[in-house]
């Protein structure tokens, strides 16, 4: 219902001189966890721009909570911001930093110290608190960021690339905490170029890529058209040209061609679980031995390219 829709893009579009930022975006979003998921300068962060008042679109509308976001003051205690990069004063400490913005929403006294210590203990940043930000571990500085977009409790959580340089176990209690906010009624979009980090938080999706939507819906349709997408595996062992006489006989198998330095071998298979189903059947019959094994193109760039080009 319209009435349930937190943000409203009607034909959004946004250039930097001859750069298009963003072109004819229209995109509806209720409370839960939105995934915004595209390659990298696909127009995320533009976009994410707009809908936090900062960026003026060109052409189109943007609007909050039914009312329009540039220049509206009053829609800013309800949105909190996690930007991509650093964004902070670096001779401060994590507990100024966090109680100023906090002082910033209009909290005063124990109330705003109270805010700014839940904000620093939901992202484990208590026991830091005290240390200047210029010592801050990049994955420190990237939970900062997280505990200054929710110290004001906001009803609507923009986070671009919150996960980048977090290490695993708080990749993990960040996904949960976003989690968490969905459970108390709020809204949170979260963008990132990877898609299992996406897939962790939510089902819902939108596809982003040149500026332009180009999907929007349940994330198992677009899982759908990625296990479609022709993967490549490059593999390193001392007997490539045993596996390759081994895995070419398969159906699966589109291509096998050897790098110049004699131990690689790249295998196409548009079938990456029967691929990787035969090749450890292989290794446990012929005892060969992996040295590296990657995949060179199983990215989402290499995803889009692919279904662009059908």
Known sequence: ???NIVLKAESLSKWYGNILG??????EIAPGVQGLLGPNGAGKSTFLKIATGQLKQNLGKMTLFGEPVYNNHRLFSRVGFCPEYDCYYKDVTGWEFILFLAKLHDYKG??????????LERVGMRENENKLISAYSLGMRQRLKVAAS??????????????????????VKIIKLIKQFEKEGKTVIVSSHILPEIEAMT??????????????????????????????????????RLLAEKLIRSDYVLNVHFNNNGNNVVIETNNRDSFFDSLLKIILETG?????????????????DYLIGK
């Open 1 to 3: 219902m319209e009435s």
């Open 150 to 171: 929710i110290v004001h409790n906001p009803d609507l959580l923009v986070l671009d690339e919150p996960l980048r340089a977090v290490d695993p176990l708080w990749r």
């Open 288 to 304: 060969l031995e992996i040295e590296e094994m990657t995949s060179p193109d199983d990215n989402l760039q290499a995803v889009f």
């Open 110 to 119: 124990k109330e705003a110290a109270d805010m700014a210590a839940s904000a």
């Open 203 to 240: 089902n819902n999706i939108t596809l982003i890529h040149q500026g332009k939507i180009f999907a929007h819906g349940d994330i198992q349709e677009v899982r759908s058209l990625i296990d479609k997408h022709p993967h490549q595996v490059s593999i390193v062992c001392v007997n490539p």
């Open 22 to 27: 963003i072109s004819e975006i229209s995109l």
